[in-house]
């Protein structure tokens, strides 16, 4: 299994530009997540999708959209990137009492 | 916001136990501890959870006081790759209710 993969790994993004996160992730969980951590602080929910069709928001979901088509894939939508979403992006996806991470995607907005 | 209270930093010898507390003075009756821990800038990773009784596993244990203000994670022989941010956390239900505050960053010492 290859668990929880992301794309890309870095990317730099002009102000005002969009751009996906690809996650997915073999394990068949029903639960799948993305947060965002920013330098020195911890993991912050930004949203989550409890199954396919299904998603929440968490608690910073302004500026980020999602779609769970798939149980596999849970991309994040930035749109009109700006410099305060500069940060690491982490997928995870896991049954409701245990998560597994992705390897995160550093993101810059200049 | 996180709930729990956790030192910012702890110091353990290579081989010794590592013993992490953390205060969750305001927890419900129904609220679970969970501990995960984050090593360098990976995502992060599941370590444990519990409810009232003690728990443990093949990484840790995790000692709940009666009171259920307050909790322990011990490893019981910390190695050089212990060395990692460590979350405490509180959440009714499921893990998509996790809030990861600041941690404590244990450094393991040869």
């Known amino acids: 299994n290859a668990g929880v993969t992301q794309t890309p790994k870095f990317r730099i993004l002009k102000i005002g530009q969009s751009m996906t996160l690809q996650c997915a992730q073999d394990?068949?969980?029903?639960?799948m997540y993305w947060y965002r951590q920013d330098p020195g602080m911890g993991l912050k929910l930004i949203y989550y999708?409890?199954?396919?069709?299904?998603?929440d928001k968490g608690e910073v979901p302004n500026g980020y959209n999602v779609s769970r088509s798939t149980t596999e894939d849970f991309p994040l939508r930035l749109e009109l990137a700006a410099p305060s979403q500069t940060s690491v992006y982490f997928c995870?996806?896991?049954?409701?009492?245990?998560?597994?991470f992705g390897p995160g995607t550093r993101l810059t907005v200049t | 916001d996180a709930k729990t209270t956790q030192p910012p930093s702890m110091d353990c010898a290579e081989g010794r136990a590592a013993n992490l507390p953390c205060n969750h003075s305001?927890?419900?009756?129904?609220?679970?501890v969970y501990w995960y821990r984050q090593i360098h800038s990976q995502g992060p990773q599941y370590i444990i959870h519990?409810?009232?009784n003690n728990e443990t596993n093949e990484m840790a244990s995790l000692i709940i006081t009666e009171d259920r203000k307050s909790s322990t994670l011990i490893l019981p022989h910390a190695t050089l790759r212990d060395t990692a941010v460590y979350y405490c956390?509180?959440?009714?239900?499921?893990?998509?209710?996790?809030?990861f505050g600041k941690g404590t960053k244990l450094t393991v010492n040869p």
């Open positions: 995870a996806s896991g049954t409701s009492y245990e998560q597994y």
């Open positions: 394990m068949n969980h029903n639960y």
């Open positions: 999708s409890v199954g396919a069709g299904i998603t």
């Open positions: 305001t927890i419900s009756g129904n609220e679970y």
């Open positions: 519990g409810l009232k």
């Open positions: 956390m509180e959440t009714q239900g499921g893990s998509e209710k996790l809030v």
